[in-house]
């Protein structure tokens, strides 16, 4: 299974942009990036995913090198409510809806 | 529209019982799969079940099965309790299968304390 490397922790300020980096070495060709997030105990919420290109949706940018060997999520005006674990997750199969968790990034945005 | 819905949010119950958790999968979507997540640690991946049938399972004993309805929800079933299976069970729900370009939704799960 390819693997994801993320830091245990990062702190952002309230209104900054917060970049959270994965690094995937491992990637294929055809997998996607996953990115969710998980508030504390409530259920992991959907980010953003992709493939070779840059995406950009209401929440977040996803920033995808050209070697497709690491990315960074970007969360462009940080506020107390994006404080959260996020997960950059690459399926170990596309042919199951299998994802496979690690232990995440904790962002804590401070005021 | 409504989410991932997950039954029930909270409940107790004792070493050796069993347990039904329920989810209702996003209007239109056919696949629903379940995790598992302990406290301080990542969800753990369960079961997968797309039209009705499994099309994947992880690494967890006998002890826990899954079912798919023709209106795509699911239920899992856990017997003979352990302390250990205290956790947040979380259902995912998706359009397809695959995870190229699939986009998976996850509700606010089932928390199972075993005492």
């Known amino acids: 299974d390819a693997k994801t490397t993320q830091p245990t922790s990062m702190d952002c300020a309230e209104g900054r942009a917060a970049n959270l980096p994965c690094n995937h070495s491992?990637?294929?060709?055809?997998?996607?990036v996953y990115w969710y997030r998980q508030i504390h105990s409530q259920g992991p919420q959907y980010i953003i995913h992709?493939?070779?290109n840059n995406e950009t949706n209401e929440m977040a940018s996803l920033i995808i090198t050209e070697d497709r060997k690491s990315s960074t999520l970007i969360l462009p005006h940080a506020t107390l409510r994006d404080t959260a674990v996020y997960y950059c997750i690459l399926p170990p199969s596309s042919n199951t809806g299998k994802l496979i968790f690690g232990q995440g990034t904790t962002l804590q945005v401070k005021p | 529209d409504a989410g991932v819905t997950q039954s029930p949010t909270h409940l107790i119950k004792t070493r050796g019982q069993q347990v039904t958790l329920r989810c209702s999968p996003i209007s239109g979507h056919k696949s629903v799969s379940w995790y598992q997540q302990v406290l301080g640690q990542g969800p753990q991946f369960i079961f997968q079940?797309?039209?009705?049938?499994?099309?994947g399972r992880g690494n967890f004993p006998d002890r826990f099965s899954a079912r798919q309805f023709p209106n795509y929800s699911s239920e899992l079933n856990v017997n003979a309790l352990l302390l250990g299976d205290s956790a947040l069970y979380l259902c995912?729900?998706?359009?397809?299968?695959?995870?190229?370009?699939?986009?998976?939704?996850f509700g606010e799960g089932s928390w199972l304390t075993v005492v």
């Open positions: 491992t990637i294929s060709g055809n997998e996607y």
């Open positions: 995912a729900s998706s359009p397809w299968q695959g995870t190229s370009g699939n986009t998976i939704y």
């Open positions: 079940y797309y039209e009705k049938e499994e099309r």
């Open positions: 992709g493939l070779k």
